[in-house]
Nanobody, 119 residues
Framework: QVQLVESGGGLVQAGGSLRLSCAAS????????MAWFRQAPGKEREFVAA????????RYADSVKGRFTISRDNAKNTVFLQMNSLKPEDTAVYSC????????????WGQGTQVTVSS
């Protein structure tokens, strides 16, 4: 099993910044990716950003490109999401997930952390 624990959420004013962390523990894999998703009230969950663990390749949703940065610390098995220039529409519960490559499914999920951006 894999445990994913997020931290770093909170309340911030529009234009501000937050840094989310997701620490992974338990079973290890040789080839995997980690990602951040978010879900706002009344909306479907949406992809935010992902990073492959070995190569560090990244991809982003168009809505966050240029504002959010995903990174990882291999030694600490932790993935980060630096969120800058936050907007009220970024308000959501942010969850991290792990994808065992080459499979398409994010098999493991964290419990989520609330991010609220006030206008």
């Amino acid at each position: 099993q894999v445990q994913l624990v997020e931290s770093g959420g909170g309340l911030v004013q529009a234009g501000g910044s937050l840094r989310l962390s997701c620490a992974a523990s338990g079973r290890t894999f040789s080839n995997y990716a980690m990602a951040w998703f978010r879900q706002a009230p009344g909306k479907e969950r949406e992809f935010v950003a992902a990073i492959t663990w070995s190569a560090g390749s990244t991809r982003y949703a168009d809505s966050v490109k240029g504002r959010f940065t995903i990174s990882r610390d291999n030694a600490k098995n932790t993935v980060f999401l630096q969120m800058n220039s936050l907007k009220p529409e970024d308000t959501a519960v942010y969850s991290c997930a792990l994808q065992v490559l080459p499979g398409p499914i994010y098999r493991y999920w964290g419990q989520g952390t609330q991010v609220t951006v006030s206008s």
